[in-house]
């Protein structure tokens, strides 16, 4: 089975730090470019930042730009999300999403079950 | 950045009924358009990509249509199941992603 399991999440004060990671299994993870996603309580979804299958191409939300770096490992089939000098709306559900290439459009097709980051302030 | 605007915000139906959601985009995103499903505590769930195509697993009772600016998700039979929270997305112009607000599916 396909599958995404998120960590790292957790109570956080404003200013501070927290490492992300996301586990795949069940498909060839370096064939495929990822996504963070979030949502915030009660509200819609928002994305994050992208990381292409080589990491050559990475994108950036502008909420995020310059606080925020994903990165990934491919030999330990493993997608991370560093996010620095956090606000209080960064607080979230964090979900990892496998981006799927269709005729050279990149949609998300795999979803994990996302990990909790709340601010403490 | 490509705006996406989904309506209703909450729309009522009773089970076994036909539910029609509708997204617009504030330019033309072709038919790169996907619709996700989500449920109280649980991550999205692909339903619809390509504006039209249903995704692996999905029930036939869901279809997707349009082009463009203008998309529409329809669920003919209303199972107990189906009653969540509906997203439109578009990627067709990206980054960013974006999404519609999001519609609320209720038991009427």
């Known amino acids: 089975d396909v599958q995404l399991v998120e960590s790292g999440g957790g109570l956080v004060q404003p200013g501070g730090s927290l490492r992300l990671s996301c586990a795949a299994s069940g498909f060839t993870f370096s064939s495929y470019g990822m996504n963070w996603v979030r949502q915030a309580p009660g509200k819609g979804l928002e994305w994050v930042s992208y990381?292409?299958?080589?990491?050559?191409?990475?994108y950036y939300a502008d909420s995020v730009k310059g606080r925020f770096t994903i990165s990934r490992d491919n030999a330990k089939n493993s997608l991370y999300l560093q996010m620095n000098s956090l606000r209080d709306e960064d607080t979230a559900v964090y979900y990892c999403?496998?981006?799927?290439?269709?005729?050279?459009?990149?949609?998300?097709?795999?979803w994990g079950k996302g990990t909790t980051v709340t601010g403490s302030s | 950045e490509i705006v996406m605007t989904q309506s209703p915000a909450t729309l009522s139906v009773s089970p076994g009924e036909r539910a029609t959601l509708s997204c617009r985009a504030s330019?033309?995103?072709?038919?790169?358009l996907a619709w996700y499903q989500q449920k109280p505590g649980q991550a999205p769930r692909l339903l619809i990509y390509?504006?039209?195509t249903r995704a692996t697993g999905i029930p036939a009772r869901f279809s997707g249509s349009g082009s463009g600016t203008e998309f529409t998700l329809t669920i003919s039979s209303l199972q107990s199941e189906d009653f969540a929270v509906y997203y439109c997305q578009q990627y067709n112009n990206w980054p960013p992603y974006t999404f519609g607000q999001g519609t609320k599916l209720e038991i009427k």
């Open positions: 990381i292409s299958s080589s990491s050559s191409t990475i």
């Open positions: 390509g504006a039209s």
């Open positions: 330019q033309s995103v072709n038919s790169n």
């Open positions: 999403a496998r981006v799927k290439d269709y005729y050279s459009y990149y949609y998300m097709d795999v």
